[in-house]
């Protein structure tokens, strides 16, 4: 009983790191949204944000790219806090191998789909690629 307790010690503390992650690309999102509208003479306008210079991305595809990460890590942190509470409420003692089956899925790698990481990368980064 002793390694389920620590088992789900863990998972929790996952939890709270990836949470913290979530978090940050929360407000690096709105920073930089922020930064974009300014204010006064410094307010961007469409045209600005739609403007290509050479390779580099627009300003508008960075952050749209930012708020798509920033999306798919909210959505499995959602996914992921629903199992370890659904796990916490379950009225049976779950079993060690299900335990560690559920610890495993919050270890690894958020569930998002490397293309689109990877989609958004060659954009952002296009002039070091090049």
């Given amino acids: 009983m002793e390694s389920l307790r620590k088992i789900l010690f863990s ?12 978090l940050s690309l929360g407000k690096i999102h709105r920073d930089g949204r922020q930064m974009v509208k300014g204010g006064g003479s410094n307010q961007l306008t469409v045209k600005q944000l739609q403007q290509r210079v050479g390779v580099k991305p627009r300003l508008a595809d960075c952050l749209d790219g930012l708020m798509l990460l920033q999306d798919m890590h909210c959505s499995e942190y959602l996914l992921k ?38 989609f958004i990368f060659d954009i952002i980064f296009a002039e070091e690629i090049c």
Avoid: C, R, W, Y
């Fill in 81 to 118: 806090s629903s199992l370890v509470s659904a796990l916490s409420a379950l009225t049976f003692k779950p079993s060690a191998s299900d335990l560690g089956a559920l610890q495993q899925l919050l270890v690894d790698q958020p569930n998002i789909p490397n293309e689109e990481v990877q």
């Fill in 11 to 22: 998972m929790n503390k996952t939890m709270e790191e990836f949470h913290g992650i979530v």
